[in-house]
């Protein structure tokens, strides 16, 4: 349902050239409106081919390799994400340092909620760089969208995905950032796949979760992961551990690169 007139007209900007407002209201409903969203429509700010997907949606899961999959947070817990307490217990700073993003990258924020760190990666890929940012409400997409012209930035490109689908451009992204977001997935091997082959050769997914070996850190345990736990799953969908940053307050930071597939052994010519 939608929720307000701006939600509507943030809406309407996504739909086809070619399906005008005119053309929309001639129908007469707005109930008609709804349903086009719900079919979700080709968007003008997303980075894939709006080709029709004829396959069937895969069901979402509750458990994962032994992990009880965690609720996605709504949109109304934005206040939550931009907490002043969120310094002290992350050090997005330092985070951010570790990430090395470079001027001209193509990074992408996947589960970029209203965009706590959209703005910034932003600024640090420039100009001539660009920000992916990814959500499944786009409740949260408004609001990045509205934090996107405050600040006068051009270069952050938006998607509404899907739980199964990021709708991501292949083999064109530098670095996908997963700050909290991943153990909400509820289909986790179609997202890891969908990144895996966005990725370019040697472009790499940083994630971050709160630890779960650690009692002291003080969040649900659905919400936290250990790095035994994210080992099993990335390795079971052909990832495997880059590197790792151990000092942020609470989180783990890994990166994470999809592994070499094996080559078939040449065969010796015969002497």
Known sequence: MLKSRSTMLWMLKSLPN????KRLLAFGSIAF????FVADPPSVCTAQDSAVKTTEEPKPLTK?????????MSYHGIPWLNRPERIQEENPEEMLEQLDVQPGMTVCDMGCGDGYYTMELAKRVGPTGK????DIQPEMLQELSRRCERNNLKNVEMILGLPHDPKLPTGKIDLILMVDVY???SNPVEMLTSMRESLKPNGRIALVEFRGEDPQVPIKPEHKMTKKQILKEYQ???MGLVKEYDRLPWQHLMFMG???QEKSPKQQKPE
């Open 18 to 21: 070619r399906l005008t407002l």
């Open 33 to 36: 409106l709804g349903t086009l």
């Open 64 to 72: 994962y390799l032994g992990r009880r999959i965690a609720i996605p």
């Open 131 to 134: 920000v992916i940012a990814v």
């Open 183 to 185: 153990h909400e997935f």
């Open 236 to 238: 079971a969908n052909k």
């Open 258 to 260: 999809a592994e070499p």
